[in-house]
């Protein structure tokens, strides 16, 4: 019923649509091609910054550098290494696990201040709704930086707090550094996210709240019952463009690299390793076959938790 | 109590005052305005999550290299050497970083001001005309939102390097120029925001398509394309991926990679550390983002909530 027939972002393909069939009910315009004198420049754009990447990464993820006879078709030869490569593996796992630990976490979170700011029962909510989303405006590279400088052990937040404690905080480790990158994409995204699940708050028509409190419904209940539901389509698309950030991560390991070079290693994530399969190895033939299969693997789960997202609206 | 909380309470004093603007603020369960002070001290820690690296950073931007060492994270060192650190970053290197600056602004300007217009004028073609292809421009765009940017730099930077437009202002310029983001939301705004009965006056009154754009529905889109224009603008202030590969030469820099660069000359062989450049060049780098974000959150909130999220 629901289920777009397109992938992700639901929510704004429902208004769009309903656009495409509103002119014929006014009788309005006639179907012309005067609207492309607006749509053309945006698509010709689109075609050459979006659509011949795409292409032209398919083009080299077929061929091969040879040592003898120079470029070569493989036809599918790197798919077959890439998805026998322990290290892309290795790299791929690793997004995962940060994808299935941080996304919820920093969900939940902002559904928390979401629904906080949206109770009406909070001293300066105006100020709280600015203040949370402030990390977003941030350059990831200064995000990185910053907290870059609080982990560490030589002037770092973390070094005052362990020698006044005498505890062992080593942020940067091996064993920690997943967490925290964790934490610094959950500071930079969590106000952007909370932003768009109190919009989804907001237009929740006024009836609705009045009919629950006629029913003698309770501040949980209501949450329960009318809040989460009405904004399960925020949540998807929340959901979608989290997956989509996780598995495109670069910015912040790159960074903390510098600091930790033993913790992070050339293939941390994907990203890093078709980054360093290009520019340290110049393996661009191998590298583009990485980012068309992380293309893939993306889309399609992206377009898994949207048909479960809607299909649970339905219900 | 914070003055801000404070200031938000003032109206209490009149308590009818205080119920329509709360009801106004978040039209949520009708008369139960009573004020949760667990869901407020609850928000307060959310705050401070939020807050402290900025206060780091700020206190941090005052320090010098030594004081960096010795003093603790969240306060004051010794000395109170802002202004010198401000001086030196302008200056360091034959004043570098007001060229990585110059090159940012130029980036956005250019970058984020095309991707802005071509978003807003092509979202509005969508939303009021009816064209042979609509439903393939939808499909074909909608398909790429899943397409993540970085996947294509790699690409994109072999496709320019044959064409030479690696390592030119260009080679960023060029790709920021498209906001699938700003294309939707303008497109869903502009289906709400403009009559279509008033296009069609103006056309009645001869009017042609471009006029008509320009002088009747540009207006009416405006916090929408404030919207879309704040948040490529933030996309391309930020960017650190793409003029990564596709830049070697550092005065073509943004700010970004330039403050990567310098903190990453802290290790390795002849290790120069100038961490208080990199704090306080951090420091310049966000203020006038966050600043842009402040001024203008009257548009962008109202933009954001009428026209992206909207079911």
Redesign the interface.
């Given at each position: 019923m629901t289920t777009t027939s397109?992938?992700?972002?639901a929510?704004?393909?429902?208004?769009?649509q309903?656009?495409?069939r509103?002119?014929?009910r006014?009788g309005?315009?006639?179907?012309?091609?005067?609207?492309?004198?607006?749509?053309a420049?945006?698509?010709v754009?689109?075609a050459?910054?979006?659509?011949?990447?795409?292409v032209?990464?398919i083009y080299?993820s077929l061929f091969r550098q040879q040592l003898i006879g120079g470029n070569a078709f493989v036809g599918l030869a790197n798919y077959a290494a890439v998805l026998t490569d322990a290290k892309f593996w290795e790299s791929f796992g690793r997004v995962s696990l940060f994808l299935v630990v941080q996304v919820p976490i920093m969900l939940a979170?902002s559904l928390?201040?979401a629904l906080?700011?949206?109770?009406?029962?909070?001293?300066?909510?105006?100020?709280?709704r600015?203040?949370?989303?402030?990390?977003?405006?941030?350059?990831?590279?200064?995000?990185a930086?910053?907290?870059?400088?609080?982990y560490g052990d030589?002037?770092?937040?973390t070094?005052?707090i362990n020698q006044a404690l005498g505890t062992q905080l080593a942020p940067l480790s091996g064993q920690w550094i997943l967490g925290s990158i964790g934490n610094i994409v959950t500071?930079e995204f969590?106000?952007y996210n909370m932003?768009?699940f109190y919009?989804?708050?907001?237009?929740?028509p006024?009836e609705l709240?009045?009919a629950a409190?006629i029913d003698g419904a309770g501040?949980f209940r209501?949450v329960f019952s009318i809040k989460l539901p009405a904004v399960r389509?925020?949540i998807v698309?929340a959901t979608i463009f989290s997956i989509?950030g996780s598995?495109?991560l670069?910015?912040e390991p790159n960074?903390l690299k510098?600091?930790a070079?033993n913790a992070i290693s050339s293939y941390f994530t994907p990203?890093m390793y078709?980054?360093n399969l290009?520019?340290a190895g110049q393996q661009?033939n191998y590298?583009?076959t990485v980012?068309?299969v992380?293309?893939v693997v993306?889309?399609v789960i992206?377009?898994v938790v949207q048909l479960r997202g809607s299909r649970k609206e339905v219900r | 109590?914070?003055a801000?909380?404070e200031r938000?309470?003032a109206p209490s004093r009149a308590a009818a005052r205080s119920n329509r603007a709360?009801?106004a603020?978040?039209?949520?369960?009708?008369r139960?305005?009573?004020?949760?002070t667990v869901?407020?001290i609850?928000?307060i820690v959310?705050?401070l999550?939020?807050?402290v690296?900025?206060v780091?950073?700020l206190v941090?931007a005052t320090k010098s290299q030594p004081d960096?060492?010795?003093?603790?994270?969240?306060w004051f060192g010794k000395d109170f050497n802002l202004f010198q650190n401000i001086a030196e970053l302008f200056t360091y290197r034959d004043g570098i970083f007001l060229q990585w600056l110059g090159n940012t602004l130029l980036y956005v300007v250019v970058g984020a001001g095309g991707a802005t217009l071509?978003?807003t004028?092509?979202g509005?073609?969508?939303?009021?005309?009816?064209?042979?292809?609509?439903?393939a421009?939808?499909?074909?765009?909608?398909?790429?939102?899943?397409?993540?940017?970085?996947?294509?730099a790699?690409?994109?930077?072999?496709?320019f390097s044959q064409v030479g437009l690696t390592n030119t202002p260009w080679a960023v310029i060029?790709?920021s120029?498209?906001s699938p983001f700003g294309?939707?939301?303008i497109?869903?705004y502009a289906?709400?925001a403009i009559p279509?009965e008033l296009l069609?006056a103006a056309r009645m009154d001869g009017a042609g398509?471009?006029r008509t754009?320009f002088t009747i529905s540009l207006r009416l889109l405006a916090p929408g394309v404030v919207t879309v224009a704040l948040f490529a603008i933030?996309a391309t202030?930020?960017n650190?991926?793409l003029p990564l590969?596709m830049l070697s030469d550092p005065t073509w820099y943004p700010?970004?990679?330039g403050?990567?660069q310098w903190?990453?000359q802290?290790?390795g062989v002849g290790a120069q550390p100038i961490?208080n450049l990199?704090?306080t060049g951090?420091l310049i780098?966000?203020v006038p983002?966050?600043a842009?974000?402040?001024v203008l959150?009257r548009y962008w909130?109202s933009g954001?909530?009428a026209g992206?999220?909207?079911?």
């Amino acid at each position: 019923m629901t289920t777009t027939s397109l992938p992700p972002t639901a929510p704004p393909a429902a208004t769009p649509q309903r656009s495409l069939r509103r002119p014929r009910r006014n009788g309005r315009p006639r179907r012309d091609w005067r609207g492309w004198a607006f749509v053309a420049p945006f698509m010709v754009v689109f075609a050459l910054m979006i659509i011949a990447p795409v292409v032209y990464a398919i083009y080299l993820s077929l061929f091969r550098q040879q040592l003898i006879g120079g470029n070569a078709f493989v036809g599918l030869a790197n798919y077959a290494a890439v998805l026998t490569d322990a290290k892309f593996w290795e790299s791929f796992g690793r997004v995962s696990l940060f994808l299935v630990v941080q996304v919820p976490i920093m969900l939940a979170l902002s559904l928390v201040a979401a629904l906080a700011i949206d109770s009406a029962r909070l001293h300066g909510a105006g100020f709280f709704r600015i203040a949370l989303f402030l990390p977003y405006a941030v350059p990831g590279v200064v995000a990185a930086l910053i907290w870059g400088f609080i982990y560490g052990d030589q002037f770092g937040l973390t070094a005052g707090i362990n020698q006044a404690l005498g505890t062992q905080l080593a942020p940067l480790s091996g064993q920690w550094i997943l967490g925290s990158i964790g934490n610094i994409v959950t500071w930079e995204f969590m106000g952007y996210n909370m932003l768009i699940f109190y919009a989804a708050l907001r237009v929740i028509p006024g009836e609705l709240y009045e009919a629950a409190e006629i029913d003698g419904a309770g501040a949980f209940r209501t949450v329960f019952s009318i809040k989460l539901p009405a904004v399960r389509g925020a949540i998807v698309i929340a959901t979608i463009f989290s997956i989509i950030g996780s598995f495109q991560l670069f910015n912040e390991p790159n960074l903390l690299k510098q600091l930790a070079p033993n913790a992070i290693s050339s293939y941390f994530t994907p990203n890093m390793y078709a980054y360093n399969l290009s520019f340290a190895g110049q393996q661009f033939n191998y590298a583009a076959t990485v980012a068309i299969v992380m293309w893939v693997v993306t889309a399609v789960i992206a377009y898994v938790v949207q048909l479960r997202g809607s299909r649970k609206e339905v219900r | 109590m914070t003055a801000l909380t404070e200031r938000r309470k003032a109206p209490s004093r009149a308590a009818a005052r205080s119920n329509r603007a709360a009801r106004a603020a978040a039209p949520v369960s009708g008369r139960r305005t009573r004020k949760s002070t667990v869901l407020t001290i609850v928000m307060i820690v959310f705050t401070l999550y939020s807050f402290v690296p900025l206060v780091w950073l700020l206190v941090n931007a005052t320090k010098s290299q030594p004081d960096l060492y010795s003093s603790f994270g969240l306060w004051f060192g010794k000395d109170f050497n802002l202004f010198q650190n401000i001086a030196e970053l302008f200056t360091y290197r034959d004043g570098i970083f007001l060229q990585w600056l110059g090159n940012t602004l130029l980036y956005v300007v250019v970058g984020a001001g095309g991707a802005t217009l071509l978003a807003t004028v092509a979202g509005y073609g969508m939303a009021k005309f009816n064209f042979p292809g609509k439903r393939a421009v939808f499909a074909v765009v909608l398909g790429a939102i899943a397409v993540p940017g970085t996947a294509l730099a790699v690409p994109t930077f072999l496709m320019f390097s044959q064409v030479g437009l690696t390592n030119t202002p260009w080679a960023v310029i060029l790709p920021s120029l498209i906001s699938p983001f700003g294309f939707y939301l303008i497109w869903t705004y502009a289906s709400e925001a403009i009559p279509t009965e008033l296009l069609e006056a103006a056309r009645m009154d001869g009017a042609g398509e471009f006029r008509t754009f320009f002088t009747i529905s540009l207006r009416l889109l405006a916090p929408g394309v404030v919207t879309v224009a704040l948040f490529a603008i933030v996309a391309t202030w930020n960017n650190y991926f793409l003029p990564l590969i596709m830049l070697s030469d550092p005065t073509w820099y943004p700010l970004t990679v330039g403050l990567s660069q310098w903190s990453a000359q802290a290790t390795g062989v002849g290790a120069q550390p100038i961490f208080n450049l990199v704090i306080t060049g951090s420091l310049i780098t966000i203020v006038p983002i966050v600043a842009a974000f402040l001024v203008l959150q009257r548009y962008w909130q109202s933009g954001l909530a009428a026209g992206s999220v909207k079911q």
